[in-house]
């Protein structure tokens, strides 16, 4: 019940494409998602994270779906960049899971 | 950067060595953490200290023992590792305000026991 189920596990996209990984989680309590971005050599960084008060939230290219009744949750990155090519994460927390769980990961690759 | 450091970055040893890697954060963090991160597989959490008290170990071996002298600093020592042992091992740090953690990584210690 604590697990993040990520997908894909690859995904390689045009320069200007927009990705979309998608994670889902079965703990109701969980009430925090973040999403984290890792380059090759480099610690995560948290790049965007979302509440289930809202269905959706932007922060530059990069945007987060939250679809409570179906406990899903996207990353769309919109006219996406060769620099966007990096792994991505995301997590959840809540209730009695204080700590991040993560999802496996998503290798992103953009071709210029 | 953000503001956790992690020293060494790369660490080759034998399954017979003990060794130290070390974790600082220069953010004014509370919580601090250790992860393992292994190929295709997700992060994993294997210590948490809150206010220098270890709250949480993920069974895991004793082998790995976490050391946290201050809110500022945290240690992972290791001892007689197995190969499997081998992956990056994370710090984070984190503000614990009873809520949730927006936990900010280090740049991690790529390990390798031969």
Redesign the interface.
């Known amino acids: 019940q604590q697990q993040v189920k990520q997908s894909p596990q690859s995904l390689i996209v045009q320069k200007g494409g927009i990705p979309i990984i998608n994670c889902a989680y079965e703990n109701t309590a969980f009430d925090y998602f973040p999403w984290y971005q890792q380059f090759p050599g480099k610690g995560p960084a948290l790049l965007i994270a979302i509440r289930p008060d809202v269905s959706e939230k932007k922060e530059g290219r990069f945007t987060i779906s939250f679809n409570k009744s179906a406990k899903q949750f996207s990353l769309h990155i919109m006219d996406s960049q060769p620099g966007d090519s990096a792994t991505y994460f995301c997590a959840a927390s809540g209730g009695s899971a204080r700590q991040l769980t993560f999802g496996s990961g998503t290798q992103l690759t953009v071709l210029p | 950067e953000?503001g956790?450091t992690q020293t060494p970055r790369h660490l080759v040893m034998g399954m017979t060595n003990k060794k130290s890697l070390k974790c600082e954060q220069h953010l004014g963090h509370n919580a601090m953490?250790w992860y393992k991160q292994s190929a295709?597989?997700?992060?994993e959490?294997m210590f948490?200290y809150n206010f220098k008290e270890q709250t949480?170990n993920n069974s895991v071996p004793s082998r790995f023992s976490p050391e946290c002298p201050n809110s500022s600093h945290l240690f992972l020592h290791l001892h007689t590792l197995q190969p499997e042992d081998s992956a990056l091992y994370?710090c984070?740090s984190s503000q614990d305000n009873g809520?949730?953690?927006?936990?900010?990584?280090?740049?991690?210690t790529r390990l390798t026991v031969t």
Do not use: M
Request: glycine fraction near 10%; avoid cysteine.
């Open positions: 953000t956790v953490y295709k597989k997700p992060l959490l948490v949480e994370l984070a809520d949730f953690y927006e936990q900010y990584f280090g740049p991690g």
